[in-house]
Each structure stands twice: as structure tokens, then as C-alpha cells.
């Protein structure tokens, strides 16, 4: 850990670094399971073998570039329908985080991918465990890429490649702990309203008409905002179509 700006209460106070896993989430959730972890740790890698992406696809990251990290949770005061609220909380905390640090736009496409310059420049994987009704614990793991300069994929960038200037990678990781924390804080506290208003001003094509893809076809709709299942809500010929994560592509 190099600069700090502010100290966050419980997260980061533990902070192991692994020279490289197979993925920091699967390390994380394998200690959860063993019951050895308090809320707030952090396991942070410079190279996985087997990052894990969302829906069963690999996260795949050049060595020593990037941010790799997964942090604990224990929001046992979520019922497993508010989980979504983590993917929301984690992706304000990144985008604010590289605006910030960086000096660059960073928007927030739902659910909660990180974007700069109209492409994809950090991912987030969220696992919970349910136990008696309540999210019990929750892996929350990252993905930014940093000071990365050449990707396979068009629709890939980096924070260096958007600022022109390389960057400090634990500076971000602070910085994003910091506001990660205050969001944890202000969930805890039940002040939903607050955290839906902050992702509404970062959210992705909020308020404009642009083309999805859904089971039926290609469409124009407006993106309205999310429901209180997480859900997107897309305002298509005055009436209202939500989706979850699989059932829809954003097109341009
Ligand atoms: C996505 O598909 O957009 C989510 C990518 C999440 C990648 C991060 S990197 C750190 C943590 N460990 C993993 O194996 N995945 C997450």
C-alpha cells in the first residue's frame, strides 16, 4: 500500500497479496467457507490462471498491469432479493474511484460494468452465500484494467489508454476501498434512495434511445432505470419491458 488519503474503518485492513492464483475470488470464497475471514479483507493477485468473468466467461488480464482483487463482505442485513445492491454499490465505488484518481469519465453499464470512453475497462464479479434468509457473506471481486495497452477485443481499454498517462495501481485499489467502504456504510444504514441517485447519474445510456436485443429481436428503447429487483427497466413504445442480466444485449 503506498499513498493514503483517507483510512477506511474495516475495509482493507487485512490486504494479502498472492504473486499469482488461479482466481482471487476462488481463493476468497474458499477461506469464507472455512469460516476463516472477517468482513473487509482483501486478496489482491498480479496474474490469475483462471479469472473468472461473469456468466462462466474467463477474465483475462496481462501480468503485472492491472488491478486483480477480491474483497469480503458479511451484508447479513440484505435479504437475498437486495443482493444486487453490491453489484450496484461495487460498480459507483470503481467509477468514482477512476474518475477521481484518473481524471476521466467513467460510467457505469448495468449492471455493473465499468465503462470510459464507450468501452469496458473494469468487470465485477459478485458471489454470495445465502444462509437463513440473509446474504451471509460476499465475494466481491475486480477487475480493472489499469495500464494494460494492447487488448485482443475492440471493445476493451484501459484506464492508461483513456488518461494518456500510467497509473498508479494502488492508489486506485485505495481509493476505491475508501469509497467502497462509505457505500458499504450507507447500505448498512438502509439509505437506498442516496445509492440508487448516485448509479442513476453514472448509468450508462440513462434517459437516451438506444438498441437492445432481447428473445424477440432488435429494438429501440430508453433506458428508464432498474426495479426494485435489480432489474433494468427499458421504457419501449410508452410501455415498460424489465430484464434481467441474460435477457438482454445492448446493441449501440
Ligand atoms: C466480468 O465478466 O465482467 C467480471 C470480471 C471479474 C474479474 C475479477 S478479477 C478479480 C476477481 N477474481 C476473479 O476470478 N474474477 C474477479
Not at 494502488?170 to 440508487?196: D, N, P, Q, S, T
Not at 437516451?208 to 432488435?218: A, P, Y
Request: hydrophobic share 40%; net charge neutral; proline share 3%.
Amino acid at each position: 500500500m503506498h499513498k493514503y488519503f483517507a483510512k477506511p474503518l474495516f475495509l482493507g485492513k487485512k490486504v494479502e497479496f498472492l504473486p499469482e492464483c488461479h482466481s482471487t475470488n476462488e481463493e476468497m470464497m474458499a477461506r469464507a467457507k472455512q469460516g476463516l475471514l472477517q468482513e473487509g479483507h482483501v486478496i489482491y493477485t498480479d496474474y490469475q490462471q483462471k479469472g473468472k468473468g461473469q456468466r462462466g466467461n474467463a477474465w483475462i488480464s496481462a501480468p503485472g498491469e492491472n488491478l486483480l482483487f477480491s474483497l469480503y463482505l458479511q451484508p447479513d442485513y440484505l435479504l437475498p432479493g437486495q443482493a444486487y445492491y453490491l453489484n450496484i454499490i461495487s460498480g459507483l465505488a470503481v467509477a468514482e474511484a477512476i474518475a477521481l484518481t484518473a481524471g476521466i469519465t467513467a460510467e457505469i453499464k448495468w449492471p455493473n460494468d465499468v465503462y470510459g470512453s464507450d468501452r469496458k475497462i473494469c468487470g465485477i464479479l459478485v458471489e454470495t452465500i445465502i444462509d437463513r434468509g440473509t446474504v451471509e457473506g460476499a465475494v466481491v471481486g475486480i477487475g480493472v484494467n489499469v495500464n494494460q495497452s494492447h487488448f485482443a477485443l475492440p471493445e476493451v481499454t484501459s484506464v492508461r489508454m483513456i488518461s494518456g498517462r500510467k497509473q498508479d495501481r494502488y492508489e486506485l485499489l485505495e481509493r476505491i476501498m475508501v469509497i467502497l467502504e462509505a457505500y458499504v456504510l450507507k447500505l448498512k444504514a438502509g439509505e437506498l434512495e442516496g445509492i440508487i441517485g448516485a448509479y442513476y447519474r453514472l448509468m450508462r445510456w440513462r434517459g437516451e434511445v438506444h438498441e437492445f436485443r432481447d428473445v424477440s429481436g432488435i429494438f429501440q428503447g430508453e433506458i428508464i432505470g432498474i426495479d426494485d429487483r435489480g432489474r433494468l427497466t427499458v421504457k419501449v413504445n410508452d410501455h415498460m419491458r424489465r430484464y434481467d442480466v441474460k435477457e438482454i444485449t445492448f446493441v449501440h
